[in-house]
Protein backbone atom coordinates (compact mmCIF):
# COMPACT_ATOMS: atom_id res chain seq x y z
CA UNK A 1 0.00 0.00 0.00
CA UNK A 2 3.20 2.61 0.71
CA UNK A 3 3.99 2.27 -3.34
CA UNK A 4 -0.15 3.17 -4.11
CA UNK A 5 -0.33 5.90 -1.49
CA UNK A 6 2.69 7.52 -3.38
CA UNK A 7 1.83 7.00 -6.38
CA UNK A 8 -1.26 8.91 -5.98
CA UNK A 9 0.76 12.07 -4.86
CA UNK A 10 0.98 13.86 -7.55
CA UNK A 11 1.49 17.87 -8.38
CA UNK A 12 2.51 18.79 -4.59
CA UNK A 13 5.43 16.09 -3.78
CA UNK A 14 8.69 17.20 -2.43
CA UNK A 15 11.62 16.51 -4.69
CA UNK A 16 12.91 14.13 -1.79
CA UNK A 17 9.50 12.35 -2.18
CA UNK A 18 9.61 12.24 -5.93
CA UNK A 19 13.24 10.04 -5.28
CA UNK A 20 11.49 7.85 -2.30
CA UNK A 21 8.56 7.09 -5.46
CA UNK A 22 11.34 6.19 -8.32
CA UNK A 23 13.13 3.75 -5.58
CA UNK A 24 9.26 2.09 -4.44
CA UNK A 25 8.02 1.69 -7.74
CA UNK A 26 9.28 -0.29 -11.09
CA UNK A 27 9.65 1.98 -13.90
CA UNK A 28 9.06 -0.22 -17.04
CA UNK A 29 5.52 -0.42 -15.96
CA UNK A 30 5.48 -3.82 -14.54
CA UNK A 31 2.48 -4.45 -12.46
CA UNK A 32 2.33 -7.12 -9.46
CA UNK A 33 0.20 -10.16 -9.69
CA UNK A 34 -2.57 -7.89 -8.13
CA UNK A 35 -2.70 -5.70 -11.27
CA UNK A 36 -0.87 -2.63 -9.39
CA UNK A 37 2.19 -1.25 -9.91
CA UNK A 38 4.93 -3.68 -9.04
CA UNK A 39 6.64 -2.45 -6.05
CA UNK A 40 10.66 -2.62 -6.18
CA UNK A 41 11.27 -3.95 -3.30
CA UNK A 42 8.83 -6.71 -2.82
CA UNK A 43 8.41 -8.01 -6.36
CA UNK A 44 11.11 -9.48 -9.25
CA UNK A 45 14.61 -8.63 -8.70
CA UNK A 46 17.16 -12.40 -8.19
CA UNK A 47 14.43 -13.57 -5.92
CA UNK A 48 12.41 -13.98 -8.71
CA UNK A 49 15.26 -14.79 -11.15
CA UNK A 50 16.76 -17.53 -9.27
CA UNK A 51 13.50 -19.23 -9.36
CA UNK A 52 13.36 -18.90 -13.11
CA UNK A 53 16.74 -20.33 -13.69
CA UNK A 54 16.24 -23.03 -11.62
CA UNK A 55 12.64 -24.21 -13.44
CA UNK A 56 14.91 -23.64 -17.00
CA UNK A 57 17.30 -25.88 -15.67
CA UNK A 58 14.98 -28.58 -14.74
CA UNK A 59 12.70 -28.22 -17.63
CA UNK A 60 15.75 -28.50 -20.13
CA UNK A 61 16.93 -31.85 -17.87
CA UNK A 62 12.88 -33.29 -18.57
CA UNK A 63 12.73 -32.38 -22.22
CA UNK A 64 16.25 -33.36 -22.96
CA UNK A 65 15.96 -36.97 -20.84
CA UNK A 66 13.52 -37.73 -23.40
CA UNK A 67 14.92 -36.28 -26.63
CA UNK A 68 18.54 -37.15 -25.84
CA UNK A 69 17.80 -41.41 -26.52
CA UNK A 70 14.39 -41.14 -28.03
CA UNK A 71 15.69 -42.35 -31.51
CA UNK A 72 17.00 -45.58 -29.70
CA UNK A 73 13.11 -45.54 -27.89
CA UNK A 74 12.57 -45.77 -31.46
CA UNK A 75 14.64 -48.70 -32.77
CA UNK A 76 14.64 -50.57 -30.03
CA UNK A 77 10.92 -50.30 -28.52
CA UNK A 78 8.88 -49.91 -31.25
CA UNK A 79 11.24 -51.64 -33.91
CA UNK A 80 11.78 -48.76 -36.37
CA UNK A 81 14.71 -48.74 -38.77
CA UNK A 82 17.04 -45.98 -38.47
CA UNK A 83 16.01 -43.69 -41.37
CA UNK A 84 12.44 -43.98 -40.07
CA UNK A 85 13.60 -43.38 -36.89
CA UNK A 86 15.70 -40.37 -37.47
CA UNK A 87 12.89 -38.96 -40.11
CA UNK A 88 10.50 -39.24 -36.44
CA UNK A 89 12.98 -37.26 -34.53
CA UNK A 90 13.40 -34.79 -36.86
CA UNK A 91 9.59 -34.28 -37.22
CA UNK A 92 9.19 -34.14 -33.76
CA UNK A 93 11.97 -31.49 -32.80
CA UNK A 94 10.74 -29.34 -35.71
CA UNK A 95 7.17 -29.61 -34.26
CA UNK A 96 8.71 -27.94 -30.85
CA UNK A 97 9.58 -24.66 -32.04
CA UNK A 98 6.87 -24.42 -34.38
CA UNK A 99 4.95 -25.24 -31.17
CA UNK A 100 7.53 -22.28 -30.03
CA UNK A 101 6.06 -19.28 -32.13
CA UNK A 102 2.37 -20.53 -31.16
CA UNK A 103 3.05 -19.96 -27.59
CA UNK A 104 4.96 -16.41 -28.26
CA UNK A 105 1.87 -15.21 -29.91
CA UNK A 106 -0.87 -16.45 -27.61
CA UNK A 107 1.71 -14.60 -24.79
CA UNK A 108 1.98 -11.43 -26.50
CA UNK A 109 -1.34 -11.21 -27.90
CA UNK A 110 -3.70 -12.52 -24.94
CA UNK A 111 -2.39 -14.54 -22.26
CA UNK A 112 0.89 -12.94 -20.99
CA UNK A 113 3.90 -14.64 -20.44
CA UNK A 114 3.03 -15.81 -16.96
CA UNK A 115 -0.07 -17.33 -17.48
CA UNK A 116 1.47 -18.89 -21.16
CA UNK A 117 4.58 -20.55 -18.95
CA UNK A 118 1.78 -21.79 -16.38
CA UNK A 119 -0.51 -23.71 -18.95
CA UNK A 120 2.42 -25.04 -21.46
CA UNK A 121 4.32 -26.38 -18.44
CA UNK A 122 1.26 -28.17 -16.84
CA UNK A 123 0.56 -29.62 -20.72
CA UNK A 124 4.28 -30.85 -20.65
CA UNK A 125 4.18 -32.53 -17.48
CA UNK A 126 0.94 -34.24 -18.63
CA UNK A 127 2.67 -35.47 -21.49
CA UNK A 128 5.85 -36.86 -19.58
CA UNK A 129 3.41 -38.13 -16.95
CA UNK A 130 1.83 -40.25 -20.09
CA UNK A 131 4.50 -41.03 -21.52
CA UNK A 132 6.39 -44.28 -18.95
CA UNK A 133 2.46 -44.91 -18.34
CA UNK A 134 2.38 -46.18 -21.74
CA UNK A 135 6.05 -47.50 -22.34
CA UNK A 136 5.35 -49.95 -18.90
CA UNK A 137 1.77 -50.60 -19.67
CA UNK A 138 2.08 -51.36 -23.13
CA UNK A 139 5.49 -50.93 -25.20
CA UNK A 140 8.39 -52.48 -22.95
CA UNK A 141 6.68 -56.26 -23.52
CA UNK A 142 8.18 -58.37 -22.81
CA UNK A 143 9.67 -56.82 -18.93
CA UNK A 144 13.56 -55.89 -19.33
CA UNK A 145 13.58 -55.56 -23.40
CA UNK A 146 14.36 -52.00 -24.67
CA UNK A 147 18.31 -52.78 -24.15
CA UNK A 148 20.84 -53.24 -26.60
CA UNK A 149 20.27 -56.84 -26.57
CA UNK A 150 16.40 -58.02 -25.82
CA UNK A 151 14.21 -56.72 -28.96
CA UNK A 152 10.45 -55.70 -27.78
CA UNK A 153 7.39 -57.38 -28.99
CA UNK A 154 5.09 -56.41 -31.51
CA UNK A 155 2.12 -53.96 -29.99
CA UNK A 156 -1.68 -53.74 -30.48
CA UNK A 157 -3.63 -51.03 -33.25
CA UNK A 158 -3.36 -48.34 -30.34
CA UNK A 159 -0.41 -48.36 -28.35
CA UNK A 160 2.16 -46.77 -30.55
CA UNK A 161 -0.52 -43.75 -30.89
CA UNK A 162 -1.14 -43.49 -27.69
CA UNK A 163 2.64 -42.89 -27.86
CA UNK A 164 2.72 -40.66 -30.40
CA UNK A 165 0.16 -38.65 -28.24
CA UNK A 166 2.37 -38.33 -24.96
CA UNK A 167 5.71 -37.26 -26.85
CA UNK A 168 3.52 -34.74 -28.85
CA UNK A 169 2.39 -33.33 -25.57
CA UNK A 170 5.87 -33.05 -24.61
CA UNK A 171 6.42 -31.25 -28.00
CA UNK A 172 3.42 -28.70 -27.15
CA UNK A 173 4.31 -27.90 -23.82
CA UNK A 174 8.08 -27.52 -24.12
CA UNK A 175 7.87 -25.34 -27.46
CA UNK A 176 4.87 -23.25 -25.66
CA UNK A 177 6.77 -22.59 -22.68
CA UNK A 178 10.89 -22.23 -24.19
CA UNK A 179 10.16 -18.98 -26.03
CA UNK A 180 8.58 -16.87 -22.67
CA UNK A 181 10.13 -18.18 -20.12
CA UNK A 182 13.46 -16.19 -20.55
CA UNK A 183 11.57 -13.15 -21.94
CA UNK A 184 9.92 -13.66 -18.40
CA UNK A 185 12.95 -14.27 -16.45
CA UNK A 186 14.33 -10.78 -18.31
CA UNK A 187 10.78 -9.35 -17.08
CA UNK A 188 11.68 -9.37 -13.15
CA UNK A 189 15.10 -6.49 -13.89
CA UNK A 190 13.55 -2.88 -14.26
CA UNK A 191 15.97 -1.86 -17.30
CA UNK A 192 14.99 1.38 -16.37
CA UNK A 193 16.90 0.96 -13.07
CA UNK A 194 21.23 1.36 -13.45
CA UNK A 195 21.37 -1.63 -11.26
CA UNK A 196 18.27 -3.86 -12.27
CA UNK A 197 19.45 -2.74 -15.96
CA UNK A 198 22.96 -4.96 -15.35
CA UNK A 199 21.23 -7.53 -13.77
CA UNK A 200 18.92 -8.23 -16.31
CA UNK A 201 22.51 -8.20 -18.91
CA UNK A 202 23.42 -10.96 -16.69
CA UNK A 203 20.25 -12.75 -16.64
CA UNK A 204 21.04 -13.65 -19.83
CA UNK A 205 23.80 -15.34 -19.26
CA UNK A 206 22.74 -17.20 -16.00
CA UNK A 207 19.88 -18.15 -17.91
CA UNK A 208 22.00 -20.07 -20.97
CA UNK A 209 24.00 -21.88 -18.30
CA UNK A 210 21.44 -23.01 -16.25
CA UNK A 211 19.79 -24.71 -19.58
CA UNK A 212 23.29 -26.40 -20.21
CA UNK A 213 23.36 -27.74 -16.22
CA UNK A 214 20.28 -29.34 -17.27
CA UNK A 215 21.54 -31.05 -20.34
CA UNK A 216 24.66 -31.89 -18.91
CA UNK A 217 22.66 -34.24 -16.23
CA UNK A 218 20.12 -35.84 -18.67
CA UNK A 219 22.92 -36.44 -21.34
CA UNK A 220 24.91 -38.41 -18.38
CA UNK A 221 22.65 -40.10 -16.01
CA UNK A 222 19.39 -40.17 -17.42
CA UNK A 223 21.27 -41.43 -21.25
CA UNK A 224 22.87 -43.77 -19.05
CA UNK A 225 19.82 -45.26 -17.49
CA UNK A 226 18.00 -45.55 -20.90
CA UNK A 227 20.78 -46.79 -23.07
CA UNK A 228 20.94 -49.92 -20.60
CA UNK A 229 16.94 -50.32 -20.71
CA UNK A 230 15.89 -48.75 -17.84
CA UNK A 231 13.12 -46.61 -20.06
CA UNK A 232 10.59 -46.68 -17.28
CA UNK A 233 13.02 -45.09 -14.78
CA UNK A 234 14.49 -42.43 -16.76
CA UNK A 235 10.52 -41.04 -18.35
CA UNK A 236 9.72 -40.86 -14.33
CA UNK A 237 12.79 -39.02 -13.49
CA UNK A 238 12.07 -36.90 -16.39
CA UNK A 239 8.80 -36.57 -15.39
CA UNK A 240 9.24 -35.48 -11.45
CA UNK A 241 11.63 -32.71 -13.12
CA UNK A 242 9.44 -30.79 -14.79
CA UNK A 243 6.48 -31.19 -12.11
CA UNK A 244 9.50 -30.22 -9.63
CA UNK A 245 9.88 -27.36 -11.98
CA UNK A 246 6.51 -26.44 -12.23
CA UNK A 247 5.69 -26.11 -8.33
CA UNK A 248 8.71 -24.17 -7.75
CA UNK A 249 7.61 -21.81 -10.78
CA UNK A 250 3.95 -21.36 -9.46
CA UNK A 251 5.61 -20.45 -5.39
CA UNK A 252 7.30 -17.64 -7.13
CA UNK A 253 3.45 -16.03 -8.18
CA UNK A 254 3.44 -13.36 -5.69
CA UNK A 255 6.75 -12.23 -6.55
CA UNK A 256 6.95 -11.84 -10.09
CA UNK A 257 6.78 -8.35 -12.16
CA UNK A 258 4.07 -8.90 -15.49
CA UNK A 259 3.88 -7.01 -18.22
CA UNK A 260 0.36 -7.17 -19.97
CA UNK A 261 -0.31 -8.61 -23.40
CA UNK A 262 -0.46 -5.79 -26.08
CA UNK A 263 -3.46 -7.46 -28.29
CA UNK A 264 -2.81 -8.96 -31.91
CA UNK A 265 0.16 -8.20 -33.53
CA UNK A 266 -0.79 -9.48 -37.00
CA UNK A 267 -3.48 -6.98 -37.02
CA UNK A 268 -1.45 -3.94 -36.36
CA UNK A 269 0.99 -5.39 -38.79
CA UNK A 270 -1.46 -5.60 -41.93
CA UNK A 271 -3.23 -1.69 -40.67
CA UNK A 272 0.40 -0.25 -42.04
CA UNK A 273 0.59 -2.20 -44.76
CA UNK A 274 -2.51 -1.33 -45.80
CA UNK A 275 -2.53 2.34 -44.71
CA UNK A 276 0.96 2.56 -46.77
CA UNK A 277 -0.73 1.18 -49.54
CA UNK A 278 -3.87 3.01 -49.65
CA UNK A 279 -1.38 6.49 -49.90
CA UNK A 280 1.10 5.36 -52.14
CA UNK A 281 0.20 8.19 -54.63
CA UNK A 282 0.42 10.74 -51.87
CA UNK A 283 3.12 13.50 -52.46
CA UNK A 284 5.42 13.77 -48.78
CA UNK A 285 6.32 16.53 -47.57
CA UNK A 286 9.81 17.36 -47.47
CA UNK A 287 9.68 17.53 -43.52
CA UNK A 288 8.11 14.67 -42.65
CA UNK A 289 8.77 13.91 -38.96
CA UNK A 290 5.83 16.91 -38.05
CA UNK A 291 3.61 15.24 -40.41
CA UNK A 292 3.45 11.73 -38.93
CA UNK A 293 0.88 10.87 -36.49
CA UNK A 294 1.63 9.70 -33.18
CA UNK A 295 -0.52 9.41 -29.56
CA UNK A 296 0.14 12.09 -26.97
CA UNK A 297 0.39 10.83 -23.42
CA UNK A 298 -0.29 7.77 -21.76
CA UNK A 299 -2.71 6.24 -24.79
CA UNK A 300 0.37 6.08 -26.41
CA UNK A 301 1.93 3.86 -23.83
CA UNK A 302 -0.85 1.17 -22.96
CA UNK A 303 0.50 -1.59 -20.56
CA UNK A 304 3.77 -0.14 -20.18
CA UNK A 305 4.69 -0.24 -24.12
CA UNK A 306 7.13 2.47 -25.20
CA UNK A 307 6.51 4.78 -27.85
CA UNK A 308 9.14 4.19 -30.81
CA UNK A 309 10.79 7.38 -32.26
CA UNK A 310 10.86 7.44 -36.07
CA UNK A 311 13.54 6.35 -38.17
CA UNK A 312 14.92 6.00 -41.37
CA UNK A 313 14.73 3.45 -43.92
CA UNK A 314 11.41 1.93 -45.18
CA UNK A 315 10.31 5.16 -46.26
CA UNK A 316 7.03 3.66 -48.14
CA UNK A 317 6.03 2.31 -44.84
CA UNK A 318 6.07 6.45 -43.20
CA UNK A 319 3.03 6.96 -45.52
CA UNK A 320 0.59 4.85 -42.53
CA UNK A 321 1.64 7.60 -40.46
CA UNK A 322 1.08 10.59 -42.41
CA UNK A 323 -1.71 12.61 -42.24
CA UNK A 324 -3.55 14.24 -45.27
CA UNK A 325 -5.28 17.11 -45.61
CA UNK A 326 -8.67 14.42 -45.65
CA UNK A 327 -7.51 13.21 -41.98
CA UNK A 328 -6.45 15.85 -40.58
CA UNK A 329 -10.31 16.98 -41.36
CA UNK A 330 -11.45 14.08 -39.42
CA UNK A 331 -8.90 13.81 -36.55
CA UNK A 332 -10.69 17.47 -35.95
CA UNK A 333 -14.05 16.61 -36.72
CA UNK A 334 -13.81 13.18 -34.69
CA UNK A 335 -12.17 14.91 -31.40
CA UNK A 336 -9.23 13.06 -32.43
CA UNK A 337 -10.58 9.36 -33.30
CA UNK A 338 -8.83 7.58 -36.09
CA UNK A 339 -9.18 4.93 -38.62
CA UNK A 340 -6.52 2.93 -38.13
CA UNK A 341 -6.62 0.93 -41.45
CA UNK A 342 -6.23 4.68 -42.64
CA UNK A 343 -4.04 6.21 -40.20
CA UNK A 344 -1.59 4.29 -38.03
CA UNK A 345 0.90 5.82 -35.26
CA UNK A 346 4.31 6.48 -36.11
CA UNK A 347 4.89 3.14 -33.28
CA UNK A 348 2.95 1.32 -34.94
CA UNK A 349 5.13 1.92 -38.48
CA UNK A 350 8.79 1.40 -36.49
CA UNK A 351 7.47 -1.85 -35.58
CA UNK A 352 7.08 -3.21 -38.44
CA UNK A 353 10.54 -1.74 -39.65
CA UNK A 354 11.81 -3.33 -36.32
CA UNK A 355 10.86 -6.69 -37.47
CA UNK A 356 12.16 -6.02 -41.26
CA UNK A 357 15.19 -5.00 -39.91
CA UNK A 358 15.84 -7.64 -37.52
CA UNK A 359 15.41 -10.59 -40.65
CA UNK A 360 18.80 -10.03 -42.15
CA UNK A 361 20.40 -10.26 -39.31
CA UNK A 362 18.30 -13.75 -37.95
CA UNK A 363 18.78 -15.23 -41.48
CA UNK A 364 22.52 -14.64 -40.61
CA UNK A 365 22.10 -16.94 -37.43
CA UNK A 366 20.89 -19.70 -39.10
CA UNK A 367 23.90 -21.44 -40.45
CA UNK A 368 25.90 -20.72 -37.69
CA UNK A 369 22.79 -23.35 -36.31
CA UNK A 370 24.08 -25.81 -39.12
CA UNK A 371 27.69 -25.27 -37.20
CA UNK A 372 26.14 -26.12 -34.29
CA UNK A 373 24.04 -29.23 -35.07
CA UNK A 374 26.80 -31.24 -35.89
CA UNK A 375 28.26 -31.73 -32.43
CA UNK A 376 24.89 -33.84 -32.06
CA UNK A 377 25.71 -35.37 -35.34
CA UNK A 378 28.74 -35.75 -36.68
CA UNK A 379 31.01 -34.75 -33.60
CA UNK A 380 29.73 -38.22 -32.53
CA UNK A 381 29.86 -40.43 -35.70
CA UNK A 382 33.57 -38.86 -35.86
CA UNK A 383 34.18 -39.84 -32.39
CA UNK A 384 32.82 -43.48 -32.67
CA UNK A 385 35.33 -44.14 -35.30
CA UNK A 386 38.26 -42.99 -32.92
CA UNK A 387 39.86 -45.11 -30.43
CA UNK A 388 37.42 -44.63 -27.24
CA UNK A 389 39.31 -46.82 -24.45
CA UNK A 390 41.12 -45.20 -22.12
CA UNK A 391 42.68 -48.61 -20.51
CA UNK A 392 39.30 -50.79 -20.09
CA UNK A 393 37.06 -47.72 -19.71
CA UNK A 394 34.89 -47.28 -22.73
CA UNK A 395 34.23 -43.31 -23.06
CA UNK A 396 30.77 -43.00 -24.86
CA UNK A 397 30.99 -40.61 -28.11
CA UNK A 398 28.28 -38.68 -27.24
CA UNK A 399 29.33 -38.19 -23.59
CA UNK A 400 32.19 -35.43 -25.20
CA UNK A 401 29.21 -33.46 -25.74
CA UNK A 402 30.03 -32.31 -21.73
CA UNK A 403 33.44 -30.88 -22.62
CA UNK A 404 31.12 -28.61 -24.59
CA UNK A 405 28.62 -27.56 -21.58
CA UNK A 406 32.02 -26.93 -19.56
CA UNK A 407 33.26 -24.18 -22.00
CA UNK A 408 29.66 -22.93 -22.19
CA UNK A 409 30.09 -22.43 -18.15
CA UNK A 410 34.16 -21.64 -17.93
CA UNK A 411 33.59 -19.25 -21.14
CA UNK A 412 30.36 -17.25 -19.34
CA UNK A 413 32.17 -16.55 -16.29
CA UNK A 414 35.61 -15.34 -18.40
CA UNK A 415 33.12 -13.33 -19.88
CA UNK A 416 31.24 -12.01 -17.58
CA UNK A 417 34.20 -11.42 -15.06
CA UNK A 418 37.36 -10.69 -17.23
CA UNK A 419 36.62 -10.05 -21.22
CA UNK A 420 33.28 -7.54 -20.66
CA UNK A 421 34.82 -5.25 -18.02
CA UNK A 422 37.66 -5.36 -20.00
CA UNK A 423 36.54 -4.01 -23.30
CA UNK A 424 34.50 -1.47 -21.22
CA UNK A 425 37.71 0.23 -20.43
CA UNK A 426 39.06 -0.26 -23.94
CA UNK A 427 36.36 1.52 -25.41
CA UNK A 428 36.98 4.09 -22.45
CA UNK A 429 32.74 5.28 -22.15
CA UNK A 430 30.07 5.38 -19.65
CA UNK A 431 28.63 2.32 -21.04
CA UNK A 432 29.14 -0.45 -18.57
CA UNK A 433 28.41 -3.01 -21.31
CA UNK A 434 31.92 -3.90 -23.36
CA UNK A 435 30.50 -5.36 -26.52
CA UNK A 436 27.50 -4.89 -27.95
CA UNK A 437 25.26 -8.52 -28.86
CA UNK A 438 26.15 -7.84 -32.18
CA UNK A 439 29.75 -7.57 -31.97
CA UNK A 440 29.38 -10.93 -29.47
CA UNK A 441 27.26 -12.60 -32.13
CA UNK A 442 29.82 -12.17 -35.00
CA UNK A 443 32.53 -13.44 -32.53
CA UNK A 444 30.56 -16.21 -32.29
CA UNK A 445 30.63 -16.70 -36.26
CA UNK A 446 34.62 -16.73 -35.92
CA UNK A 447 34.80 -19.15 -33.28
CA UNK A 448 32.44 -21.52 -35.08
CA UNK A 449 34.68 -21.10 -37.92
CA UNK A 450 37.97 -22.24 -35.52
CA UNK A 451 35.87 -25.18 -34.74
CA UNK A 452 35.30 -26.43 -38.00
CA UNK A 453 38.72 -26.10 -38.99
CA UNK A 454 39.61 -27.71 -36.34
CA UNK A 455 37.27 -30.66 -36.45
CA UNK A 456 38.90 -30.85 -40.13
CA UNK A 457 42.09 -30.78 -38.99
CA UNK A 458 41.22 -33.83 -36.55
CA UNK A 459 39.40 -35.66 -38.97
CA UNK A 460 42.47 -35.62 -41.37
CA UNK A 461 44.92 -37.00 -38.76
CA UNK A 462 42.01 -39.87 -37.99
CA UNK A 463 42.06 -40.86 -41.56
CA UNK A 464 45.51 -40.88 -41.97
CA UNK A 465 45.74 -42.88 -38.88
CA UNK A 466 43.04 -45.07 -39.72
CA UNK A 467 44.41 -45.83 -43.19
CA UNK A 468 47.84 -46.83 -42.01
CA UNK A 469 46.11 -49.32 -39.92
CA UNK A 470 44.19 -50.40 -42.67
CA UNK A 471 45.44 -53.37 -43.60
CA UNK A 472 43.96 -55.53 -41.76
CA UNK A 473 40.41 -54.11 -41.61
CA UNK A 474 39.22 -51.31 -43.27
CA UNK A 475 36.36 -50.68 -41.02
CA UNK A 476 38.04 -50.58 -37.58
CA UNK A 477 38.29 -47.68 -35.80
CA UNK A 478 41.63 -44.98 -36.02
CA UNK A 479 43.86 -45.15 -33.86
CA UNK A 480 43.98 -41.68 -32.85
CA UNK A 481 42.42 -41.07 -29.27
CA UNK A 482 39.01 -39.02 -29.47
CA UNK A 483 40.20 -36.89 -26.91
CA UNK A 484 41.79 -35.47 -29.56
CA UNK A 485 37.85 -33.77 -30.55
CA UNK A 486 37.97 -32.00 -27.04
CA UNK A 487 39.34 -28.27 -28.79
CA UNK A 488 35.82 -28.56 -31.36
CA UNK A 489 33.79 -29.04 -28.54
CA UNK A 490 35.49 -26.20 -26.45
CA UNK A 491 35.30 -23.88 -29.38
CA UNK A 492 31.21 -24.98 -29.96
CA UNK A 493 31.20 -23.90 -26.03
CA UNK A 494 32.96 -20.65 -26.09
CA UNK A 495 30.60 -19.50 -29.71
CA UNK A 496 27.92 -20.55 -28.04
CA UNK A 497 28.20 -18.02 -25.28
CA UNK A 498 29.08 -15.25 -27.88
CA UNK A 499 26.49 -16.29 -30.34
CA UNK A 500 23.35 -17.40 -28.75
CA UNK A 501 23.29 -15.48 -25.08
CA UNK A 502 23.97 -12.21 -27.34
CA UNK A 503 21.28 -13.60 -29.88
CA UNK A 504 18.85 -14.31 -26.85
CA UNK A 505 19.51 -10.43 -25.62
CA UNK A 506 19.34 -9.01 -28.98
CA UNK A 507 16.55 -10.11 -29.87
CA UNK A 508 14.58 -9.35 -26.71
CA UNK A 509 16.24 -5.85 -26.32
CA UNK A 510 15.59 -4.68 -30.07
CA UNK A 511 11.94 -6.52 -30.64
CA UNK A 512 8.82 -3.96 -29.94
CA UNK A 513 7.56 -3.89 -26.13
CA UNK A 514 4.75 -5.93 -27.42
CA UNK A 515 6.73 -8.71 -28.96
CA UNK A 516 9.07 -9.84 -26.55
CA UNK A 517 8.62 -13.41 -26.98
CA UNK A 518 8.29 -13.66 -30.62
CA UNK A 519 11.76 -11.73 -30.24
CA UNK A 520 13.09 -15.49 -27.99
CA UNK A 521 10.87 -17.59 -30.80
CA UNK A 522 13.36 -16.57 -33.57
CA UNK A 523 16.25 -17.82 -31.45
CA UNK A 524 14.40 -21.29 -31.34
CA UNK A 525 13.42 -20.92 -35.01
CA UNK A 526 16.92 -20.34 -36.27
CA UNK A 527 17.88 -23.50 -34.67
CA UNK A 528 15.06 -25.43 -36.03
CA UNK A 529 15.78 -24.31 -39.39
CA UNK A 530 19.74 -25.23 -39.08
CA UNK A 531 18.61 -28.80 -38.42
CA UNK A 532 16.61 -28.83 -42.13
CA UNK A 533 19.64 -26.72 -43.52
CA UNK A 534 21.86 -29.28 -42.02
CA UNK A 535 19.98 -31.90 -43.76
CA UNK A 536 19.77 -30.33 -47.23
CA UNK A 537 23.42 -30.09 -47.29
CA UNK A 538 24.41 -33.40 -46.29
CA UNK A 539 22.04 -34.48 -48.89
CA UNK A 540 23.43 -32.37 -51.60
CA UNK A 541 27.18 -33.06 -50.41
CA UNK A 542 26.47 -36.80 -50.73
CA UNK A 543 24.66 -36.64 -54.08
CA UNK A 544 27.72 -34.57 -55.64
CA UNK A 545 30.68 -36.35 -54.12
CA UNK A 546 29.28 -39.99 -54.37
CA UNK A 547 30.42 -41.77 -57.84
CA UNK A 548 31.39 -45.42 -58.55
CA UNK A 549 34.81 -45.32 -57.27
CA UNK A 550 33.85 -42.95 -54.29
CA UNK A 551 30.93 -43.34 -51.94
CA UNK A 552 30.62 -40.02 -51.09
CA UNK A 553 32.54 -37.51 -48.06
CA UNK A 554 29.98 -39.44 -45.41
CA UNK A 555 29.68 -42.66 -46.01
CA UNK A 556 28.57 -45.14 -43.34
CA UNK A 557 32.09 -46.22 -43.43
CA UNK A 558 34.09 -43.13 -42.77
CA UNK A 559 36.98 -44.01 -42.82
CA UNK A 560 36.19 -44.36 -47.05
CA UNK A 561 34.71 -40.96 -46.92
CA UNK A 562 36.42 -37.52 -46.68
CA UNK A 563 34.29 -35.77 -43.64
CA UNK A 564 36.90 -33.97 -43.19
CA UNK A 565 35.92 -31.86 -46.81
CA UNK A 566 32.71 -31.58 -45.09
CA UNK A 567 33.98 -29.47 -42.35
CA UNK A 568 36.38 -27.10 -44.10
CA UNK A 569 33.39 -26.85 -46.25
CA UNK A 570 31.11 -25.88 -43.61
CA UNK A 571 34.20 -23.46 -42.52
CA UNK A 572 33.95 -21.77 -45.76
CA UNK A 573 30.20 -21.01 -45.77
CA UNK A 574 30.18 -19.52 -42.50
CA UNK A 575 32.97 -17.25 -43.29
CA UNK A 576 30.96 -16.36 -46.10
CA UNK A 577 28.16 -15.70 -43.71
CA UNK A 578 30.58 -13.94 -41.62
CA UNK A 579 31.01 -11.14 -43.85
CA UNK A 580 27.17 -11.22 -45.29
CA UNK A 581 26.45 -10.79 -41.35
CA UNK A 582 29.11 -8.08 -41.38
CA UNK A 583 27.43 -5.96 -43.68
CA UNK A 584 24.09 -6.37 -42.27
CA UNK A 585 25.35 -5.46 -38.52
CA UNK A 586 26.32 -2.26 -40.36
CA UNK A 587 23.42 -1.56 -41.98
CA UNK A 588 21.45 -2.14 -38.72
CA UNK A 589 19.70 0.87 -36.73
CA UNK A 590 19.30 -0.11 -33.08
CA UNK A 591 15.55 0.69 -32.29
CA UNK A 592 15.34 3.44 -30.10
CA UNK A 593 12.27 4.23 -27.49
CA UNK A 594 11.11 7.21 -26.28
CA UNK A 595 12.94 7.86 -22.86
CA UNK A 596 10.94 8.82 -20.22
CA UNK A 597 11.01 11.52 -18.31
CA UNK A 598 11.13 11.95 -14.22
CA UNK A 599 7.84 13.75 -14.55
CA UNK A 600 6.00 11.60 -17.23
CA UNK A 601 7.17 8.56 -15.04
CA UNK A 602 5.67 9.59 -12.09
CA UNK A 603 2.44 10.58 -14.00
CA UNK A 604 2.61 7.41 -16.30
CA UNK A 605 2.72 5.25 -12.67
CA UNK A 606 -0.61 6.89 -10.94
CA UNK A 607 -2.18 7.12 -14.10
CA UNK A 608 -1.85 3.45 -14.93
CA UNK A 609 -2.73 2.74 -11.80
CA UNK A 610 -6.22 4.42 -12.16
CA UNK A 611 -6.52 2.86 -15.51
CA UNK A 612 -5.57 -1.23 -14.17
CA UNK A 613 -8.29 -0.90 -11.47
CA UNK A 614 -10.80 0.07 -14.27
Not at 134 to 143: D, I, N, Q
Not at 263 to 292: H, T, Y
Not at 427 to 451: H, Y
Amino acid sequence: MACLNVCKEQGHETEEKTQKKQHICTLDGTVDWNAHPAIRGTTGSWVAGILILVNQGLATLAFLGVEVNLVLFLTRVLGQDNAEALNNVSKWTGTVYIFSLLGAFLSDSYWGRFKTCAIFQLIFVLGLASLPLCAYLFLLKPRGCGDKETPCGGHSGFHEPFFYISIYLIALGNGGYQPNIATFGADQFDEEDPEEGLSKIAFFSYFYLALNLGSLFSDTILGYFEDEGMWTLGFWASAGSALLALVLFLCGTPRYRHFKPSGNPLSRFCQVIISASRKWRVEIMPAVEDNLYEEAGEESSKNGARKMLHTEGFKFLDRAAYITEKELYHLEKDDGVRNPWRLCTVTQVEEVKCILRLLPIWLCTILYSVVFNQMASLFVEQGAAMKTNVASFHIPPASMSSFDILSVAAFIFIYRRVLDPLFARLKNNSNPKGLTELQRMGIGLVLAILAMVSAGVVECFRLKYARKDCRSNCESPSSLSIFWQVPQYMLIGASEVFMYVGQIEFFNGQAPDGLKSFGSALCMTSISLGNYVSSLLVTIVMKFSTRDDMPGWIPGNLNKGHLDRFYFLLAALTTADLLVYFLCAKWYKYTTFEGRNEEDTNNNIANRHAELQV
